[in-house]
C-alpha cells in the first residue's frame, strides 16, 4: 500500500442510524479516510438482495455520508460505481457492526455479510463484523477488534476473491479464530395475528435449538470467548458432491 | 421412498403469475401432488432475504395454491411451518422456472436459488431451475428437464444438505453436466433519470463483460449447449483460505 491515506468504505444492514455503524465509523476513523453509504432504515435479513424493480434515491447527509432507500447490496454497488470518484476508489469496505450474530446459516440471511460481499465481487476487500448479543448495546470491544482485523486486512492483504465474516462474543474476547462456517439447528416460529378488520397477518420469529458444534466452527469460537474470523467467497458449490454426482451426466 | 404420490412444493421469484412457474407446475403434475406457494409478484433480486421487519399476508387461491407479499425465502418458510399440515410435507421442493440465467455469482442474487436453498436448510431437498434465455419464453425444453431432473432426484436423492442449481441452454440441450459455480466479470451501470420535480433517481442494471470460463463451470456447460447442475449447500466458508490465514489466529 502506498503511504496514502487508506480509504474505508463503510455501510451495515441496520440502517445510517444504528449504534452499530457509529461504533464501526468511530474505530475506522482511527485508521483512515472514511465513506459511510448505508440504508436508510433498518434491512435486517436483506440478505444479498439487490433492488431491481423500483428505482433509488440517494440522499447526501455531508462530504462523507449518503443513506439510499435500498439494500447493503444497493448502497454497495453505489457506492462503487456512482457515488464515489475513481480516485476516492475504497482501499476496503467495512460493514457493520451488526447488532447480533451472523453464524452460521445465518450468514446467507445477512445484510452485513452481503454489504462485504458486493464489494468483494467489486474487487474492493470486504469484511463484515457483528457482536453476538442481542440486547446488549456495548460496542466497546467488538469495534476495538474491527480496528485490529482492519489494520491487519490492510497491512497484510486477504486472500483473492474473500471476505472475513467476523463475529465478536460478549466481553473481552480472548482470541482470534479462523473458522468454518457452522450449521445451525432451527425451528422457525411462524406466530398469528388478527388486524383490527378481522383478517390474519403473520410474523416470522425463530427458536435457536442449538448448532451442530463441529470443530473449528464459527459457532465453536465465540462459544469458547474467542473472536470468529471466518474467509468467505462468493460460491456456493458443494464441491465434495461434484464426484459423488458424476453419475448423472449423459449426453444425447 | 413409499409408494404414496411424492408431493412437490413450487415456488419462485418472477411471482405466482410468471408464465416459468406455470411451466415448471404441468411438469410437476406429471410427477406428483404439487402445492404452489408464490410471490404475490415479481422478487427478482431477492436472494436470501427474510422477511423480518414486517407482518406478511398468505392468500389462499385454492386448495393447492396459495400467494405471500414477500420473498421466495418467506413463501418456503411459510410453506413448510404454516400453510401445510405435517401430513402433507413436501418431499420435494422446486424453484423457478427462472425467466433468465443463475449462473456464476449471479446464483447468490437468485430468489429462484433461494427458494431452494431455504427448503435445503429446512430439510426438504431443493432444486432451482432457470431458463437460460433473456427474451424466449419458451419453456418447453426447461420443463421437461425439469422434470426428468426431479424425477431423478426422487428416485435416487440428492447429497444431504445439498440443493441442486439447475440452469437450462436455449434451444434442446445435448444432455447434462456437474458443474461447479463460476465466476462473471459484469460492471454494474447506473443509469440516473430525473423526476417530474426536478430530483435524480437511479436504476442499477449491470453490462456482462464475460465470464472466467475456467474448466467445469456453470458457464462453461451451458456455453457448451448442455444443461448444468450444480449442487450447493448453505456454505460460505473459502475451504483453501482457512490454512493460509492461520497466522492471524491469537490468544490473549
Redesign the interface.
Known amino acids: 500500500m502506498s503511504s496514502e491515506k487508506p480509504r474505508i468504505l463503510i455501510t451495515n444492514d441496520d440502517g445510517i442510524h444504528a449504534e452499530g455503524i457509529e461504533a464501526l465509523e468511530a474505530a475506522m476513523l482511527e485508521v483512515g479516510d472514511v465513506y459511510v453509504v448505508a440504508p436508510a432504515s ?12 423500483r ?4 440522499r447526501q447527509i455531508d462530504e462523507r455520508h449518503w443513506s439510499v432507500d435500498g ?1 447493503p ?2 448502497c454497495v ?2 457506492a462503487l ?2 457515488i464515489l470518484p475513481m480516485e476516492l476508489r475504497p482501499h476496503i469496505c467495512v460493514s457493520g457492526i451488526n447488532h447480533g450474530a451472523n453464524l452460521g ?1 445465518d ?3 445477512s ?1 452485513t ?2 454489504g462485504a ?1 458486493e464489494s468483494t ?2 474487487r474492493v476487500p470486504g469484511l463484515a463484523f457483528s457482536l453476538v448479543a442481542n440486547r446488549s448495546q456495548d460496542f466497546t470491544e467488538s469495534a476495538k477488534v474491527a480496528k485490529e482485523v482492519t489494520l ?1 486486512a490492510l497491512a497484510e492483504g ?2 483473492e ?2 471476505l472475513l ?1 467476523v463475529n465478536v462474543p460478549k466481553g ?10 457452522g ?1 445451525k439447528a432451527a ?4 406466530s ?2 388478527i388486524d383490527p378488520r378481522g ?6 420469529g425463530e427458536v435457536r435449538e442449538g448448532f451442530r458444534a463441529e470443530g ?1 466452527t464459527d459457532f465453536e469460537a465465540i462459544d469458547e470467548g ?1 473472536v470468529s ?14 464426484e ?3 453419475g ?5
Not at 428505482?55 to 440517494?58: D, F, K, T
Not at 425451528?187 to 411462524?190: E, F, G, L, Q, V
Not at 474470523?229 to 461434484?242: E, G
Open positions: 433498518e434491512m435486517s435479513g436483506a440478505s444479498h438482495s439487490l433492488t431491481l424493480g428505482p433509488l434515491r440517494i439494500t447490496t444497493d454497488t453505489l460505481n456512482r446459516d450468514a446467507s440471511y445484510g455479510v452481503a460481499l465481487i467489486l491487519k486477504i486472500p476473491w474473500t465474516n473481552v474476547p480472548k482470541g482470534i479464530k479462523i473458522t468454518k462456517q450449521f425451528r422457525p416460529i411462524i398469528e395475528h383478517k390474519p397477518y403473520y410474523w416470522i473449528g474467542y474470523v471466518t474467509p468467505m467467497r462468493s460460491d456456493l458449490t458443494n464441491h465434495s458432491a461434484i459423488i454426482m458424476r448423472w451426466e449423459e449426453s444425447s
